[in-house]
């Protein structure tokens, strides 16, 4: 039967107004399964009205002033389905913009249905966002394929809600006739039930089952077992069951990314933070970004880059040094034309920064084996004419090795503020969070100076990661054991040696 508010609600082919309410599928955990649609919905929302199970980073895809209402929590529990639909249509009346966050997909077992049909009998657009549904990644992030050729041809998800849910809703007899992958969702608490009616229904015993707890979340746990020893395991909610041959199978991945589930602090400014952190998620780590520094503009606002930016353009420079890819940054920033390097040569202290050139454009004339000042005096040239031109765009604050070097090499060196690094403020309760972190990556002698400074240096996680040996020496003199340095002193090394230190035996196990 069609309900009679879904037949009011035909107006909306062809409507005017703009949608006000989006119900958005989170997916099931990891933010990564949000899809694009979900992410540009968040990003414009006014209200966001979101359940226990989506994962907290994706609030942040929010503007920072939107409304956050938590519909899973509250002190006496969850908060009712009819008291969710009305503020819904509360807050959709009202015109905001309303992002309905749920878990997996909004219309598998979330409810989006109901709250679908208050918003069409209230007469407020929606839209709905679908979302990645628990019942298909759940499994496939456990290494288990829902369908697979031979195995299952069809896969059947059902709920394990309540026990009269488990009783007559769901005819389990017939389910073990089909053949197919059986998907069970909230039905672990009904496990027992659930494998008795399905073997009273000619399923066999020794059918293969896996449940999988807090799926594609680090802390992702999977029990294997039978139809038969299934009311035995221990298995808490929330979680997936998959009954079926295909149960058997074992494709683990996700489980056996080295970092899995460690918690690792980076200290890079913010707009540095995201490559390390990228790199670190992707091998399963969670890390925990804390700003030890900030990036301001030079002091005199950028005059004298912007003067040395001329200097170049007029061909004054035989080479130009850069140490870190946010001198190249700002260099550009000032530069109208590529062309301004004309005949001057470019070196770039390392792989990281060399790479930061490339994106502009620029293949560096020189980067040096060992990337750091040393390195970088031995690879370097005399002068063909004593007193030729250096620029050095750098922080404000620096080791003197590098221009000292190149000054006895010969050349005339000048030294360009191109910006300053700034001890940040971070959060206390974000400091508390790193200190208990399995490790921590410094990645500049200000980052480690700046933390401890801030955290303390009785609160600084086990294993200690250290870009490259100027980092390392400020870490010693600050009494900080450091346990691993990176032999390439890239962003790509440094996780290369956490990754050693936090998991040396190169896999985790487990499912
Ligand atoms: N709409 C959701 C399902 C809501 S019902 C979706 O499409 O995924 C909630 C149930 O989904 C949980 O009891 C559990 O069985 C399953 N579930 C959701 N997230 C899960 C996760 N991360 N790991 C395992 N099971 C999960």
Known sequence: MVPASVEGACWIVGREAPVTVYLVGAGPGDPGLLTLRGAEVLARAEVVV???LADASLLDLAPP????????????????QDDITDLLVAKGLAGAAVVRLKGGDPFVFGRGGEEALALASAGIPFEIVPGVTSAVAVPAYAGVPVTHRGLSASFTVVTGHSRPAVEADVNW???AQVGGTIVVLMGVAHRDLISARLQAGGMPASTPVIAVRWGTRPEQHSVRTTLAGLPGVAVEPPATMVIGAVAGLDLAWYTRRPLLGRRVVVTRAPDQASQLSTRLRDLGARPIEVPAISLAPPADGGAALGAAARSLAEGRYRWVVFTSANAVDRLFAQLRDARAFGGAAVAAIGPGTGEALAAKGIVPDLVPARSVA?????????????GSRVMLPRAAVAREVLPDGLRDAGWSVDIVEAY?????????ALLDAAATADAICFTSASTVTNYIAAAGADRIPPVVASIGPVTTAAAVDAGITVAVEASEHTVAGLVDAVTAALAPSGLATGG
């Open 374 to 386: 040393e390195g970088l005096l031995a690879a370097f040239p005399a002068p063909a004419t004593p």
């Open 173 to 175: 007899e017939a389910l």
């Open 50 to 52: 979101h359940d226990r």
């Open 420 to 428: 300053r690094t700034v001890p940040a403020s971070p959060d206390p």
């Open 65 to 80: 002033g939107a409304q956050r209402v938590d519909v899973g929590k509250s002190p006496g529990g969850p908060v009712r």
